[in-house]
C-alpha cells in the first residue's frame, strides 16, 4: 500500500533466482524480457497464471483500498511478501496491509528493505513485532544491485555470479539470495 518500497526490484529478483514466471499489474514494467503484464482494469488474476507452478506476482499498491487482485492472489499464493521502507509512513502502510492479507490465512514475511543503518532495521522490526508479535522479517540493505539490473538487464543478474570485479555485487546477491531461499522454504512449509 505504499510506493517505491521495492516490490518490482524484489519481485523480478526473486523470480530470476527462483527461475518463476513473472507476473505484474505495473504500467511500467522491469527490464526482464518474458513478463507477463495483466491490463490494469482486470478485476481478478486471469485463471491460467493462477495455476502456474512456478509465479512470482509483483501487484502494486493502491494507497485507500486492497486491489481486488490481491486479494485474489492471496488466496491461492504460497506465501506473501511484503516489502518495507523503515519510515512512519511505510510502516503503517505495512502494518494495515498485513491486517487485510492475515484473512488469507497465507504464511506472511516482512522484508525490511532499502536501509543503511542497522539500528534503523532494529527498531524498524521492533516496531513491526510489537503490534504483530514474531513474524517472520527479513532483511535488504541498500544496494546498487537493483539499479545495475535495472538499467543492464536481467543477463547481468544471472551473470553476476561469475563475473570478475564485482566481488561486493556478488556477495550481496549470496545475501538476497539467502532471503529469498528463506521465503520460499516458508511457503513450502506452508502447503
Ligand atoms: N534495497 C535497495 N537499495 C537501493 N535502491 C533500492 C532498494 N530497493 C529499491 N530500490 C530502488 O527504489 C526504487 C523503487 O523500487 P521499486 O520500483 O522496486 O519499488 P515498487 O514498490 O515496485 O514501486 P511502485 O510502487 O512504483 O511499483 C527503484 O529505483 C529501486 O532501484
Ligand atoms: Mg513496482
Known amino acids: 500500500m505504499k510506493g517505491g518500497v521495492g516490490k518490482s526490484s524484489i519481485s523480478v529478483n526473486l523470480s530470476v533466482h527462483t527461475g518463476s514466471q513473472y507476473i505484474t ?38 494507497s485507500t483500498l486492497l ?42 514475511v516482512i522484508i525490511i528493505n532499502h536501509f543503511r543503518d542497522q539500528k534503523k532495521f532494529e527498531a524498524t522490526r521492533d516496531q513491526l513485532w510489537s503490534t504483530l508479535g514474531r513474524v517472520p ?3 535488504i540493505r541498500e544496494t546498487t544491485l537493483f539499479d545495475r539490473i535495472s538499467n543492464a538487464g536481467i543477463v547481468f543478474a544471472l551473470n553476476i555470479q561469475n563475473a570478475k570485479g564485482l566481488h561486493m555485487l556478488q556477495k550481496t546477491v549470496q545475501k538476497h539470495n539467502a532471503v529469498y531461499d528463506r521465503i520460499t522454504a516458508i511457503g513450502e512449509h506452508g502447503k
Open 25 to 62: 499489474n505495473d504500467i511500467t514494467p522491469p527490464s526482464i524480457e518474458d513478463f507477463i503484464q495483466i491490463p490494469p482494469n482486470k478485476k481478478k488474476i486471469p485463471a491460467d497464471l493462477t495455476k502456474l507452478e512456478n509465479a512470482v506476482f509483483d501487484l502494486g499498491a493502491l
Open 67 to 108: 486491489d481486488p487482485k490481491v486479494a485474489h492472489a492471496a488466496s491461492f499464493c504460497d506465501v506473501i511478501i511484503i516489502p518495507t521502507r523503515t519510515d512512519s509512513r511505510s510502516i503503517a502502510a505495512t502494518l494495515k496491509t498485513y491486517e487485510l492479507l492475515q484473512d488469507a490465512g497465507k504464511p506472511i
Open 137 to 139: 522479517v527479513a532483511s
